[in-house]
């Protein structure tokens, strides 16, 4: 996931009550991270598996960075910063803040030490408290927002660190798995042809305001759509193996032309962390790496690490195309043609701790499953700027408009998505080549 700005606009009801949760959230947040590193050892801590990710310290010092930078030093009298080489460390990508350490070579700071950046967490941690209790954000709006934007912040580095750990772990030949458990997953009872309908015309995309939101979501505007139809569900591994047989991966047709040079490139002959395994009878069966561990592929479960190429020319390969964003966005509202409303199944987030895509289980209600969860869907829109849009002022306002160049738009959520991040309007973002991360993709036609 990219990491991005936000704007935040005020929230209605108590501003007590609000104060309150903001601060239970900052806590609940900051030990997360804490808990997702716990099973890992110090060595797995320091290790970059790749440019594109980055080592599980570094996270954790980064969003304690964040906080010091944004939030403890202009808001927080008389705050002690703790080590003034730690923002050239720890800058991601904010050139307003100062000089910073290459990206492709955050795997060589074996220092400061893990036990270091622990210390610094804590004592960020020490004055973020001690600035809840001054009563300070209840007399400056701004500084809660600020920390509403902490939160989402951490989050987005928290689904970081578990698919760094992926790609680290897949590059390990011991495989080790992240955590062992695996929970009980249920068969989807969906037809791969079963769609839903949704009307066309003039709708509404983007935030409207009243909630926190990051700002390239908005603003809201309108949008003119055909009618159109999603699939119920996302693909799965048992059709894209249908794709891999058929000669998905060797038929230059079904593919654009920088996707075709990428998988001649890459070498591509199946999903990201997908490998065959000869077993006793000689025959050949897909094993996936995952975090927990290097298992069999789950045939019902929705196709992860698939690049937006990837997505494209399966769609391409199926008949139908990937979706747009903004229809995308109108059916997540659950709302289909002629103005029924049938909701939709949840998907699997981080918080049921399955940490890899699971079937979902048909709900009866005929609607789309699994929206939210499992993996992202890639769209078929380019990240670009919404009509109206401008960036916030200063270094927090860096990371979406500049962004806005070569990417694409991934909806939804994944396995690995702290509850409660995401929301129909949530606009992710990956170059198009890009698959570590838990992207998958959900088909669509028109009417």
Request: charged letters at 20%; glycine letters at 10%; a negative charge.
């Amino acid at each position: 996931m990219q990491q991005r700005t936000a704007v935040h606009n005020a929230h209605h009801g108590s501003a007590e009550v609000r104060l309150e949760s903001l601060a239970d959230a900052l806590t609940a947040s900051r030990q997360l991270s804490k808990d997702l590193v716990a099973p890992l050892t110090d060595e797995d801590m320091v290790v970059q598996a790749m440019e594109d990710a980055s080592p599980a310290k570094w996270h954790l010092a980064h969003t304690t960075w964040f906080y010091e930078t944004f939030v403890l030093r202009p808001h927080l009298p008389g705050y002690r910063v703790f080590n003034d080489d730690f923002a050239y460390c720890f800058n991601s990508y904010y050139n307003a803040a100062g000089a910073r350490h290459p990206r492709p070579l955050r795997g060589l700071l074996t220092r400061p030490t893990g036990a270091m950046v622990r210390a610094y967490r804590a004592h960020v941690d020490e004055a973020l408290s001690a600035l809840c209790g001054s009563g300070r954000l209840a007399a400056d709006p701004a500084l809660s927002n600020l920390l509403e934007i902490g939160i989402n912040h951490e989050q987005q580095h928290q689904e970081l660190l578990l698919t760094d750990i992926l790609a680290l772990f897949a590059a390990q030949p011991l495989r080790p798995a992240y955590s062992q458990y695996c929970g009980n997953g249920t068969a989807v009872a969906v037809n791969s042809g079963e769609t839903v309908a949704f009307d066309g015309g003039i709708q509404q995309i983007g935030h409207a305001g009243g909630a926190f939101h990051f700002d390239s979501e908005g603003p809201h505007h309108d949008v003119l759509l055909r009618p159109f139809k999603l699939a119920r569900r996302p693909v799965t591994n048992r059709e894209w193996l249908q794709f891999i047989d058929n000669g998905g991966y060797d038929t230059p047709g079904h593919w654009l032309s920088d996707g075709w040079a990428t998988v001649q490139r890459e070498g591509w002959q199946a999903p990201g962390y997908w490998e065959r395994v000869d077993d006793a009878g000689s025959k050949s069966t897909w094993h996936q790496m995952t975090l927990r561990g290097f298992i069999p592929i789950e045939l019902d479960a929705p196709v992860s690490h698939v690049s937006f190429f990837e997505a494209d020319a399966f769609a391409r390969w199926a008949g139908k195309r990937l979706p747009l964003e903004a229809e995308w966005e109108v059916a997540a509202r659950g709302h289909a043609a002629e103005g029924n409303t049938l909701g939709f199944a949840q998907g699997n987030t981080l918080g049921r701790r399955e940490l890899r895509p699971r079937p979902t289980a048909d709900d009866g209600r005929g609607g789309l499953l699994a929206m939210f969860g499992d993996v992202w869907e890639w769209t078929a829109s380019p990240f670009v700027a919404y009509p109206g849009y401008r960036p916030v002022e200063g270094a927090l306002g860096e990371y979406n408009g500049k962004f806005m160049n070569g990417q694409y738009v991934l909806r939804g959520a994944s396995c690995v998505t702290p509850d409660g991040h995401s929301r129909s309007t949530y606009r992710n973002f990956f170059y198009p080549h890009q698959r570590w991360q838990f992207m998958g993709l959900r088909l669509a036609e028109d009417i």
